[in-house]
């Protein structure tokens, strides 16, 4: 079983489960051989099957999708339900492959599905308004606006909100059995939280509880919701939310065990980078803090996860930020500056994703990476400013999108003096090749054009790992070539710099990019630790499971480059 | 039991076994992730293990060897006697992946063994000769001869003659138990046939037989050998070889089916090409040819493995030759310049096997491919000049160091308008990271320095593929990166070009290099009939299994680019 969904008024069951296929064996040829390029093992073949269950128990296959279908091989359920059909989104893959992201309905009386949407552009999942149009969040900044188009192409604004809707991190969106009012998931841009937005045809009203509200689900007439409460301090509890006059009850906690820590203090913070893109973020700070003590600090990003949730590990990582704040280091949870707020932001986003005109290598390179680490590295130069940090002794974390911000940080300037980088390695050139349209876009070339080699000199981290000199450690779930390539390069520059793969379940298997594996999760932090503690603070801890590496540490330092001294 | 080996006594035995090593799931870093970089299943853990079976029938363990020592893993068993220890070879590689041959000496009377030689260089296994020194043939084509090397350094010529000794396709080489006679294999040099070298103090006596003397073993004395027999058109046979009078006898047929069939002509010939190098093969003729008509014609090469063996999987792989010249093609099974008879390439050889000065680029690509790929279609040119082959209707074929000179040919010229190329992809930069002392030796640099990059762009098959026009078929045993890239980047600039992976065993395993199932090995060389007589003749088989890839190829030939017409 993969994901599930209830008809609001909980007589249909939409189900998706996975199929294994097995593995023929015979000659491959072309595209089949193509794909291959780059991956250690073949792509999985299971399909997926998507089932109704109608009100008398009956149950239908509605369709049967392959596994070059992300959409629904990854699914999490979300489909909308009108009185006939029930509308769900495939996702479709060309020759090129380009992918497709068309919406379907399964008519209940015609017992059949047709393709009522299709595009390439990335949308947020529709949702229905009151006026029976599609939701929507629209417009930058201060000039965002809900808003709903019809099926005739007119649209009707609720007018300006400080706020987006229709993220995946709560629910998607509802619609009132009576077509009159539509829930959906509102999340705040300054202090980033996920509330309740309730819109009918007099307008939308924000309900708001401590913290964010997460994972909500409704009865069928959508007067009450049941949530996680939850926030940076909030360990999660379930709530209840009375949807007309928006107050929130708690009716237990989740983890009484968390309840008992005195929590550490977080406070909401936003800086303005040198290149005048504001970013949000949180100051965790050392339990015992003392005002006019300098303290070291470690920057942790992923895109725009730090919001108000618990020990996100989406946002988090295997990068214990409450254990660092314990152990004495100021831990700066920082996002990046959001396309939401900045049309030159979403030009280069949209560019980026094959969805816009491309700009310029150089502003590209500018939008979508310099800026982050300019934050980065603003808001640590500011607190250091305030007295707060010591400039001298600061790291960087992230994975993923993360990751490509901590290495452009670290091959850019020398602020950060370790770096951890989790499972990256977008932007080197030997990844080119499995996605050359991004890349293209991006670097305007492959890295073998002549032409567009400058620019992978300008901006991939391999190749300009001699103007590191910062710790790089690389914890990876599988070994991506390209995160060897950075590996590489850094120890042939005399970089201090560390690769450790993490082991799958078995032979067969990988660990996965958000590690799943709980042997893994421990030692990475462990190990996470050891490396900052080692590189920022000069500590050792006999304790520490990887005590033993402290010798190679000590040769790499003893061996640090001239230029680095 | 990887191999074993007699002393020439017949009293001891020396086997080496291989043993599954499990693979441990924990945590890698640094050289073991990195060594992981481009690989699709992780190395093979197998150890080697090194026995000695004593006279009165004791084994002992004498070695236990890692599977980093790939001479070990993959041994044929060649040792050396003397009196009192067996000689054996192993490799060692250092942190930097430098494989050093160390020749081990295993005492029986003490029970041990040491290291009685080390050297970097590529070293053809050392044969013991009458003088007690080691035996080798040394010097350039004319001024070619055999000579022993003292323990003093001291070198004794036993003359100059037309054949090197020390292939490893027939026997190593053995001395007598008195000491006073070697018998060494030896290969003639112009029609490349081997045979053996009886070497006394008096001098040295070659017995030919007809054909190849191969896979020989002697009786302790070695008074009488064991060989088979075989040539071009001559089916393996048993023989016996006396000594003494140079007497070959036949014993039995190997294969009395294939002495049913009557031969193909088959003629031996040598050609010189516009760089002055001279190369040898053979020219394969179709059954009923006539003189007068041009026949299509299709080269096959793979370094120097064309000689008087009986379609040697070596040389043909899955180029189906006689299968070919009885369907009415010449096939010319072409050798490379041989870097015995010339200094150039003999320097050029060292230099990109790292074991001599680098030379310029332009100088090794000339050296090592240009000149190859200049061989063969010199040799088209003459035969097409003589009336015998039609210059429109040539192909090339070529595996593993083959594949690099029809990917090279292909991208250089318009000479070959169809090609197979089997399981290569060296010279692609994509594989440059992987091995990268060897690339910086041949194009001064890695693919992503700008000073080297112009080297690339003048020799790598994927960089050139704009330059190509004939219709170029990969058949692979993994989906390397490499191939794929070669591939795609065909297709990119309208080249007919396909692509096929033959399956391993089992989802777990890949072909090998050299096929080894029967059924690919079948498919591969239908599927090399059918894309010559395609490519070639225009000629369709509705029977063939390929049949259903018409389609394809039609499309590919109809949307040829202007430039090819």
């Not at 390439?120 to 900044?141: E, F, H, I, N």
């Not at 201060?142 to 009707?156: A, F, K, L, N, S």
């Not at 590189?535 to 033993?548: H, M, Q, T, V």
Request: hydrophobic share 40%; with cysteine.
């Amino acid at each position: 079983m993969r994901a599930y969904n209830w008809s609001p008024d909980g007589r249909r069951l939409f189900f998706i489960t996975l199929d294994s296929a097995s593995d023929e064996r015979q000659i491959l040829i072309d595209e089949k051989v193509s794909e291959q390029r780059g991956l250690r093992r073949r792509l999985g073949q299971a399909t997926a099957s998507l089932y109704l269950r109608a009100p008398d128990g009956k149950v239908t296959l509605i369709a049967r999708r392959p596994r070059s279908d992300r959409s629904t091989i990854a699914s999490k359920g979300d489909v909308i339900w009108t009185g006939e059909e029930v509308q769900y989104p495939v996702m479709e893959v060309d020759r090129e492959g380009i992918e497709r992201r068309v919406t379907m309905a399964w008519s209940f009386v015609e017992g059949r599905a047709r393709a009522i949407a299709s595009t390439r552009d990335y949308v947020y999942w529709q949702m229905k308004g009151p006026r029976g149009g599609q939701l929507a969040s629209d417009g930058l900044g201060d000039t965002r606006e809900i808003v709903e188009i019809g099926e005739d192409g007119r649209r009707h604004s609720y007018g300006r909100f400080p706020f987006s809707i229709g993220h995946g991190a709560a629910f998607g969106g509802l619609w009132a059995p009576d077509g009159n009012q539509t829930v959906v998931n509102i999340r705040a841009l300054d202090d980033p939280r996920f509330g309740i937005g309730v819109i009918d045809r007099r307008g939308v009203r924000p309900i708001w509880g401590d913290g964010s509200l997460t994972k909500c689900d409704f009865n069928p007439t959508l007067a009450i919701a049941a949530c996680l409460a939850e926030g940076q301090t909030l360990p999660p509890s379930l709530v209840t939310v009375d949807i007309a006059s928006g107050r929130v009850r708690t009716v237990a906690s989740v983890s009484p065990e968390h309840d008992k820590i005195a929590p550490l203090q977080v406070t909401p913070r936003s800086w303005t980078n040198r290149y005048g893109h504001k970013v949000t973020g949180y100051v965790v700070w050392p339990r015992d803090y003392v005002k006019g003590q300098r303290y070291p600090a470690i920057v942790v990003n992923h895109g725009n996860d730090a919001d108000q949730r618990f020990a996100l590990q989406d946002n988090q990582w295997e990068y214990p930020v409450q254990t660092l704040a314990e152990r004495g280091y100021v831990v700066l949870l920082i996002n990046e500056a959001s396309s939401r707020l900045n049309a030159d932001l979403r030009a280069a986003e949209q560019a980026w994703g094959l969805q816009g005109t491309t700009l310029p290598p150089e502003r590209m390179r500018e939008l979508l990476w310099l800026t982050g680490a300019a934050s980065f590295e603003d808001a640590v130069f500011e607190l250091a400013d305030e007295g707060i940090i010591d400039r001298e002794r600061v790291g960087i974390a992230g994975y993923s999108r993360g990751s490509q911000l901590v290495n452009v940080a670290m091959t850019q300037s020398h602020v950060f003096r370790a770096a951890s980088s989790g499972d990256g390695g977008f932007l080197e050139p030997a990844m080119a090749a499995d996605m050359p349209d991004y890349y293209v876009a991006i670097f305007a070339g492959l890295p073998y054009d002549p032409k567009a080699l400058p620019n992978y000199l300008a901006l991939s981290p391999s190749l300009r790992a001699s103007k590191a000199c910062g710790a790089i450690l690389q914890q990876i779930a599988a070994p991506h070539v390209a995160s060897i390539d950075f590996y590489r390069a850094l120890r042939k520059a005399g970089v201090p710099a560390q690769i450790s793969l993490f082991p799958g379940e078995g032979a067969a298997s990988d660990e996965t990019h958000v590690f799943h594996i709980p042997s893994n999760r421990m030692a990475a932090m462990e190990e996470n630790i050891a490396w900052f503690d080692y590189w920022l603070l000069g500590k050792r801890d006999r304790e520490s499971p990887f005590a033993e590496r402290y010798a190679r540490w000590d040769a790499m330092a003893a061996a640090l480059p001239n230029r680095c001294r």
